[in-house]
């Protein structure tokens, strides 16, 4: 199975911080990797797809890029309605895992 | 447009069987190249990749859960399900069902699988 790192596991920054989320996996996956954002009971929404797609509706604030095994979400300008966790997937190969978590506080 | 709309029982008992339906609305069921997914979460922890399931009925299933895992599809109901089988209390989790989509760009390059719909999840606690 391929497994997926995220770092940090957490953290907490201010109104109209830069936001950086990184994703590794175990192995080469291309750019088979989409970022997830999931607000406290609720389900999880699409943000990214394939590394650096920006799903339609998603705030421009939101990007993701991908150099080598790493790949990572941006939002460029934080806001109140971001604290949530932030998930990376890996769509390589089956399973399709997903990697631990980014919670993301203001 | 598409909703995906978990509904099941939410108490099961140890070593008896979870079902659960997914029922899909407001756009195409069996068109197109879309799967079918379930994905669970315990409280307070990660997701977790139950497995995916076409319209033909093919099926991928996590190593984990395969040997307790089964995924069907109702193409006149428009509905997917999911069975576990011999659950114990790990399974108490929220699950969802998701669609599966994937992506070509407009040169004919292929782009991978995405989740793209997501149901509001049912929560399934195993206890006695």
Known sequence: ?106 | QVQLQESGPGLVKPSQTLSLTCSVSGGPFTSGSSYWSWVRQPAGKGLEWIGRIYTSGSANYNPSLKSRVRMSVDTSKNQFSLRLTSVTAADTAVYYCARVNNYYDSDGAYHGWFFDLWGRGTLVTVSS
Request: aromatic share 12%.
């Open chain 1, 1 to 106: 199975d391929i497994q997926l790192t995220q770092s940090p596991s957490s953290l907490s920054a201010s109104v109209g911080d830069r936001v950086t989320i990184t994703c590794r996996a175990s192995q080469y996956i291309l750019t088979y990797l989409n970022w997830y954002q999931q607000k406290p009971g609720k389900a999880p929404i699409l943000l990214v797809y394939a590394a650096s797609f920006l799903q339609t509706g998603v705030p421009s604030r939101f990007s993701g890029t991908r150099s080598g095994t790493g790949f990572t979400l941006t939002i460029s300008s934080l806001q109140p309605e971001d604290v949530a966790t932030y998930y990376c997937q890996q769509t390589d190969t089956t399973p399709f895992n997903f990697g631990p978590g980014t919670t993301v506080d203001i």
